[in-house]
């Protein structure tokens, strides 16, 4: 799914909020109401391109942080990456866009283990049921005056 314009790819944000809570990274996509799950290896895919990471750097990081054959997690990795792109969490990034800037300290702010830890094929785990609650939400019916908004006294 990524154009020609690079090799990067970007939360989709607004629309895809996150957050990491003990190593398990929860996202919300705000337009569908679903809501995805991802640990060990997708989690630190997840945040290599929160910090952006080129596509094309991800699997050399997940092959210095996880013990793996070189067959078994090329593939995996890049299911998942597309699988994420198929589930608009991701969007490309033009590297020539001066509108999205790219990190150039994205290095800087990716750790590298001590110890390998077991690799695992990354998993996207997709949940609908809230579905409805969550686009239920008052907080998508924003007007200009904010929310919440209090009604005239009566």
Wanted: with cysteine; proline share 6%; glycine share 6%.
């Amino acid at each position: 799914m990524r154009g020609n314009g690079g090799d990067r790819l970007k939360i989709n944000e607004p629309a895809i909020v996150h957050e990491n809570i003990d190593g398990e990274t929860v996202i919300l996509n705000l337009d569908s109401g679903n809501y995805y799950s991802v640990v060990d290896a997708a989690a630190d895919i997840w945040n290599y391109i929160e910090k952006g990471a080129p596509v094309s750097e991800i699997l050399p990081l997940i092959r210095a942080n996880y013990e793996c054959s070189k067959a078994e997690e090329e593939n995996a990795v890049n299911a998942f990456i597309s699988q994420l792109e198929e589930e608009g969490l991701v969007i490309a990034v033009d590297d020539q866009s001066a509108a999205s800037p790219i990190p150039q300290n994205w290095k800087e702010q990716i750790a590298v283990r001590e110890i390998k830890a077991v690799f695992n094929a990354p998993v996207l785990s997709k949940y609908t049921d809230m579905k409805d609650l969550l686009l239920l939400d008052p907080i998508h019916e924003v007007d200009a005056t904010g929310w919440p908004s209090l009604k005239p006294s009566e």
